[in-house]
């Protein structure tokens, strides 16, 4: 069973950086990426990043947000820089161990104007 911890959410001012943890423990991890939910929208995607390195955004994070990946940790970071008030949402770890998705709890990021 996978288990998905994230941390390194919280307030920040707008154009401010945060940089996001997921530690993922249980089953061998291919695919990761990062999801998030602001109140009164849907869960939408953010970014993702293979067990090569190789990542892909969603334009709202191009060019701000980097996704990266330490295989031997077991653990994906996400780098939020020039962060914006829309920004603010609960971002949530997502993997995939080949066969099944798992999600993490969420951790809450807010940014202030």
């Known amino acids: 069973q996978v288990q998905l911890v994230e941390s390194g959410g919280g307030l920040v001012q707008a154009g401010g950086s945060l940089r996001l943890s997921c530690a993922a423990s249980g089953s061998m991890i291919t695919g990761m990426g990062w999801y998030r939910q602001a109140p009164g929208t849907q869960r939408e995607w953010v970014g993702r990043i293979n067990l090569g390195g190789g990542s892909a955004y969603a334009d709202s994070a191009k060019g701000r947000f980097t996704i990266s990946r330490d295989n031997a940790k077991n653990t994906m970071y996400l780098q939020m820089n020039n962060l914006k008030p829309e920004d603010t949402a609960i971002y949530y770890c997502?993997?995939?161990?080949?066969?099944?998705?798992?999600w993490g709890q969420g951790t809450q990021v807010t940014v202030s104007s």
């Open positions: 997502w993997a995939w161990d080949g066969r099944t998705e798992h």
